[in-house]
C-alpha cells in the first residue's frame, strides 16, 4: 500500500494542503455523495511519511471498515474506495493549481473552448482576446509558441461558428504570422523527434503523407509571400527558412530549398537576435553537411555559409564564449572535404586561436597535419602524428587514427596500414566512452580502407560492386572524398 499512487500523492502535499483536502472530499459537489472521510481519517495519523510498521492494508481497513472482517469479499470494495479517492487526489491538485493562478492560460483555453461549445461568443471572444494579451506578455516565456498557437486556433474558431465577430476580433497581422511560425515550429520539433534524423550524417528524405509531409507540399509559399507583410523581428522570413529547410527533405532531387533559406538568412543577419543567427545557422549548415554528397554545389554553399557568419563574430550563441573544440572541428571537417592547403590554413589561421579550453593547441595541431596531407607531405604529416600530445580530446584520437591510416596507404605501406587497423580495432574495442554512432564510422572506415590495401598487396581487381561497396559505405565520412578518388584511381588502372 505504500507504493500505490494515492499514498504517493498524499507524501507531497504540505500541512496545509492536507487540511484543504480533507474540506475537497468533504464537499459534496467534489464527492458526488460517496464518503471519503472515514479512509481519510484512516491515512492522516500516517502522514507526512506512512512509514509506520501498522501502516498496512489491514489496518487501515479495519478503521475504515471496524465492524467488519478483512477478507477478500470485502477487499474489492475497499480498494475501490482507494481508487476513487486517488481520482480525487488529482483532481484536488489541478483545482488547487487553477486557484492559485498559475494555470490562467488553461483556465482561460478551456472557458474559451466551453463558451464556443455553448454558443456564447461574445464570451469566448472576451476570454479568447484575454488569453492572447496574456500570451504576448509572456513572450520569452516556456511553450510560446505551443500557446500562441492554441490560443489563435480557438480565436479562430469563434469567427468560423459566428462569422458577424469578424470586425470585433482584434486579429492582427502579428497574431496571423504568430500562428503560422507557431505551427511550422511545432511541425519542426515533431519532424526531428519522429524521424530521430542524423541531419549531419545522411542526405536523408522522408516520402509520406504525414502531417509534416502534407502541410509542406500544400502550403502556399508564393501566396504567403504576397500576402504577409515582414515586421522587425523579421517573423516572416523565419518561416520561410523553415520551410524551406523542412523542404529540402522532401524532395529527394530538389536543390533551390535549401539555398534559397540560406539566402533569406543573409538577407536578415543583421535584423535577427544572436540566439536566432546562430540557431539558423546551425541547422542549415548541418542541412549542407547531410546534402553534400548528393551535390557539389552545397560544399559550396556552406563554405559561404560558414565564411559569412564566423567572419561576424558568430560562433557561439554568446559573444562571451569562445569556440568549442567540437564545433570547430565540424566546421574544420566540412572545409577539409572541399578546400586546398591553401584555404584550409587560411581558416585555420583566423579561427583556431579562438578555440576555448586547454585543447586549443592539440586541435591546431591535427589542424595544420591535415594541411599537410591535403599539401601531399606525407612523411611529414605521419611524423607529426607519432608525437603524443599531452593533453588530448578523446574523439580527437579516432580522427588522428584516421588520418595516420591514410598517410601510410598514401605512402604505399600497406603491410603498416593492416598492423594500424588491428591498432585501431583494440582502442575502439577498449574504450566504452566512445559513442556507438562514432565507432560505426570508424569501422566503416576500416573496412573501407583494408579493403583499398588488400586491392594493393594482392593484386586483385577492382569490381564495380567493390568500388560501389566502398563508396556507400564512405560517402557521409570525413573521409568520403578520399575514398571516392582512391577508387577512381583503381578503375583508371583496369
Request: overall charge positive; glycine content about 2%; proline content about 2%.
Amino acid at each position: 500500500m505504500q507504493k500505490s499512487k494515492l499514498i504517493t500523492l498524499l507524501r507531497t502535499f504540505s500541512n496545509k494542503e492536507m487540511k484543504e483536502f480533507e474540506k475537497f472530499i468533504s464537499a459534496s459537489y467534489f464527492n458526488k455523495g460517496r464518503n471519503y472521510l472515514p479512509l481519510y481519517n484512516a491515512l492522516k495519523p500516517f502522514y507526512p511519511t506512512f512509514d509506520n510498521p501498522k501502516f498496512t492494508e489491514a489496518n487501515i481497513f479495519k478503521k475504515v471498515y471496524p465492524s467488519q472482517k478483512y477478507d477478500k469479499r470485502k477487499l474489492s470494495t475497499f480498494r475501490s474506495m482507494i481508487s476513487r479517492m486517488n481520482e480525487m487526489t488529482e483532481k484536488f491538485i489541478v483545482y488547487n493549481k487553477f486557484e492559485s493562478g498559475k494555470l490562467s492560460y488553461y483556465f482561460n483555453s478551456c472557458l474559451t473552448e466551453e463558451y464556443i461549445h455553448i454558443n456564447q461568443y461574445v464570451f469566448a471572444l472576451k476570454s479568447g482576446l484575454y488569453n492572447s494579451e496574456e500570451i504576448d506578455d509572456e513572450e520569452n516565456k516556456e511553450n510560446f509558441f505551443y500557446k500562441r498557437l492554441h490560443a489563435n486556433i480557438l480565436l479562430s474558431a469563434v469567427y468560423m461558428y459566428q462569422s458577424k465577430y469578424k470586425d470585433k476580433i482584434v486579429y492582427p497581422l502579428k497574431n496571423s504570422i504568430l500562428y503560422l511560425y507557431g505551427y511550422i515550429f511545432e511541425l519542426l520539433s515533431w519532424f526531428h523527434n519522429e524521424y530521430r534524423i542524423n541531419i549531419r550524417n545522411r542526405n536523408l528524405t522522408i516520402n509520406g503523407d504525414e502531417l509534416v509531409m502534407h502541410f509542406i507540399k500544400t502550403f502556399d509559399i508564393a501566396l504567403f509571400d504576397k500576402e504577409c507583410e515582414t515586421d522587425k523581428y523579421e517573423t516572416k522570413n523565419k518561416i520561410l527558412i523553415y520551410y524551406y529547410y523542412l523542404y529540402s527533405f522532401i524532395e529527394e532531387n530538389e536543390n533551390d530549398s535549401l539555398l534559397n533559406a540560406i539566402d533569406i538568412y543573409i538577407k536578415i543577419f543583421n535584423n535577427i537576435s544572436r540566439l536566432d543567427k546562430n540557431n539558423f545557422y546551425t541547422i542549415l549548415l548541418n542541412r549542407c553537411i547531410g546534402k553534400k554528397t548528393a551535390s557539389k554545389l552545397y560544399y559550396e554553399k556552406g563554405n559561404e555559409l560558414i565564411d559569412f557568419v564566423w567572419s561576424r563574430g558568430i560562433t557561439s550563441e554568446s559573444a562571451s564564449i569562445d569556440i568549442s573544440p567540437e564545433k570547430y572541428l565540424a566546421v574544420f571537417h566540412f572545409k577539409f572535404q572541399s578546400l586546398d592547403g591553401i584555404g584550409l590554413s587560411s581558416f585555420v589561421s583566423n579561427y583556431c586561436d579562438k578555440i576555448s579550453t586547454k585543447f586549443s593547441e592539440v586541435v591546431k595541431n591535427y589542424s595544420l597535419n591535415c594541411i599537410l596531407f591535403k599539401e601531399q607531405q606525407y612523411d611529414k604529416c605521419l611524423k607529426n602524428l607519432s608525437k603524443k600530445p599531452i593533453e588530448d580530446l578523446f574523439n580527437l584520437k579516432t580522427y588522428r587514427y584516421q588520418l595516420k591510416l591514410c598517410c601510410l596507404y598514401e605512402l604505399k605501406y600497406y603491410e603498416s596500414v593492416f598492423s594500424e587497423v588491428d591498432s585501431f580495432e583494440h582502442f575502439l574495442r577498449k574504450n566504452k566512452f566512445i559513442s556507438e554512432t562514432i565507432k560505426a564510422g570508424c569501422m566503416k572506415f576500416l573496412n573501407a580502407i583494408k579493403i583499398l590495401a588488400k586491392l594493393q598487396t594482392r593484386e586483385f581487381v577492382i569490381k564495380k560492386l567493390q568500388g560501389k561497396e566502398i563508396l556507400d559505405s564512405t560517402q557521409n565520412l570525413v573521409w568520403g572524398f578520399w575514398f571516392k578518388e582512391k577508387i577512381n584511381q583503381l578503375h583508371a588502372k583496369i
